[in-house]
């Protein structure tokens, strides 16, 4: 069974300018979160979908932080513009489904952002 | 939100000997229970999880204790070996799906 895919692995901006991220959950996944992690720190749930609806997005920084998860397969999330402090690792997770108990998330391997 | 603390932050243990990290949460309405582990540079990786209506759970070296009336729940690691080394995170799951993780405890095992 294929893992959660994400892509860029690493990435390196300049304060003020934009970027994305990509994010292919596991096959059948009804579920997918994208989370931030900064160094020395649990992961922070930004953005929860189910399906192509989101489900909780409270922590999500709504005035330059956007996702979106078309068709409910693929989703990406966007900074725009950026900031030192987005610096940390953008991890995409999924799980099979809420209502069916599927709780275990698997996690992608994470996207790497330095803002500078 | 959930409110989750681990303790402690960090832990030293010779390899063989017992490791236990605690995690207590605040929303009682919590029902399930993981603990995820992260080597540096990896993604996280649940290693065990426990649902509300067991006391306890065991898979090989490492269990998990809950204690939903004081609201705290436990990750036992027996007999550690070195690439038990690792960043161990618990994450109650607050209402019907959001898990809040907590800040943590890096396990390193002394050779």
């Known amino acids: 069974e294929a893992g959660v895919a994400q892509s860029p692995r690493y990435k390196i901006i300049e304060k003020r300018q934009s970027v994305a991220f990509w994010c292919n959950p596991i096959?059948?996944?009804?579920?997918l979160y994208w989370y931030q992690q900064i160094l020395g720190q649990g992961p922070k749930l930004l953005i929860q979908?189910?399906?192509?609806?989101?489900?909780?997005d409270s922590q999500l920084p709504k005035d330059r932080f956007s996702a979106e998860r078309l068709k409910g397969v693929d989703s990406t999330l966007k900074i725009q513009p950026a900031k030192l402090e987005d610096s940390a690792v953008y991890l995409c997770?999924?799980?099979?489904?809420?209502?069916?108990?599927?709780?275990?998330?698997?996690f992608g391997p994470g996207t790497r952002l330095t803002v500078t | 939100g959930e409110n989750v603390e681990q303790h402690p932050s960090t832990l030293s243990v010779q390899e063989g000997d017992s490791a236990v990290i605690k995690c207590t949460y605040s929303?009682?309405?919590?029902?399930?229970f993981p603990w995820y582990k992260q080597e540096l540079g990896k993604r996280p990786q649940l290693i065990i999880d426990?649902?509300?209506?067991?006391g306890e759970k065991k898979d090989q070296r490492i269990a998990v204790t809950l204690n939903k009336t004081a609201k705290h729940f436990s990750l036992h690691i027996t007999e550690t070996q070195p690439e038990d080394s690792a960043v161990y995170f618990c994450?109650?799951?607050?209402?019907?799906?959001?898990?809040?993780f907590g800040a943590g405890t890096t396990v390193t095992v002394r050779a």
């Open positions: 096959s059948g996944h009804a579920t």
């Open positions: 994450a109650p799951r607050e209402g019907d799906y959001k898990l809040s």
């Open positions: 979908f189910q399906n192509n609806g989101v489900v909780d």
């Open positions: 929303d009682s309405a919590s029902n399930y």
């Open positions: 997770a999924s799980s099979l489904d809420l209502q069916g108990g599927g709780y275990e998330q698997y």
């Open positions: 426990i649902r509300s209506n067991v």
